[in-house]
């Protein structure tokens, strides 16, 4: 079977020949993967910046956005049967006894830093026509949403960043009024945080790069929410312009604009870091005024990554509510779909919001 591959050693990324997995023991699920979504970490790690092959291979298999559907299940297998829709944790627990996250199953929280992601670190991921999978690591999904489910990965980073942001809105000891969220970035990860800013309820904007009558300006305005193009507003007149939000998502991974949504947080507001920023980045800020006011503002800065398996079953939920309140703006989310032998050429050139890999379109 094909399967896109990553070579960091030789720099190169091809379609590679693998033999079929099979079932090893009773609690493995044989998938056929249907769809697998494309984004800045598969770029970064086509581009030999990220990622790393399985112990002894030189190579890693692509994909960890999937969406497959379970052909057969071993002896012990419960939770799942052939037929039904999948959706795979990446993230698998580190072997340390001393990790209670990981013992814990929240591997998402890992102190050793010694997990194993599917796709991206140390496992194969999913650009490949079958895998095998442990129960354990998979969610069902309801067919309902099967045209749009490969969302639900990029929806899951959100929705364990949301659900930690709510428990720290839980502190405040009141009824607060109406809520003013802003989104940094409008890619996948920012235009899904704004599909769950508008679904919460909070006065909604995005700052992105992109021009107000384009493709993303339109999708954000179609949930409700304002556009602000970073092409004309600089970074530095959001503030003056827009004023604070109580909840600000960042979801672009460059340092100065995260600097910037703890910049833009308002008294008791909760910023949260969900971009990779690359090591280095030096910046010039008032630090004391910044810190001054996470102390005199009761503000929090917290970053997030990964999501446990709670937070699919919350992103399941999530998309089902967004299917409901704005489906068109869901399906325009997914920019194109392609067959894996053009996966590369997408990779190199980026583009669109969600490029998705069809990988099985006889049971779409
Ligand atoms: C994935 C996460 C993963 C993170 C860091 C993201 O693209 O969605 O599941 O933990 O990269 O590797």
New binding site residues.
Partial sequence: MKALAVFPRERKVELVDLPEPRPQCATDVLLRVREVGL???DKEISSFEYGVPPDGSDHLVLG??SLAEVVEVGSGVRTVKPGDLVVAL??RPCAHAECFPCRAGRSDFCITGDYV?RG??RADGFLTEYVVDDEHFLVPVPRPLADVAVLI??LT?VAKANGQANAILDRLPYESGPQRGLVLGAGAVGLLGAMVSVASGLQTVVYSKGSESGDRANLVRSLGASFVSADTQSLDSLGPRLGQFDRVLEAVGVASVMLAAIGALSANGVAILTG?PAEGATAQIDAGRMLRNLVLRNQVVFGT???ARKDYVSAIQQLEQFMTLFPDSVRRLITQRLPLAQAPQALRQGGGIKNVVRISPQHA
Avoid: D, L, S, Y
């Fill in positions: 984004c800045g970490t960890h956005e990446v993230r992601e991206i670190k990965e990029p980073v990779v990554v990964n999501a």
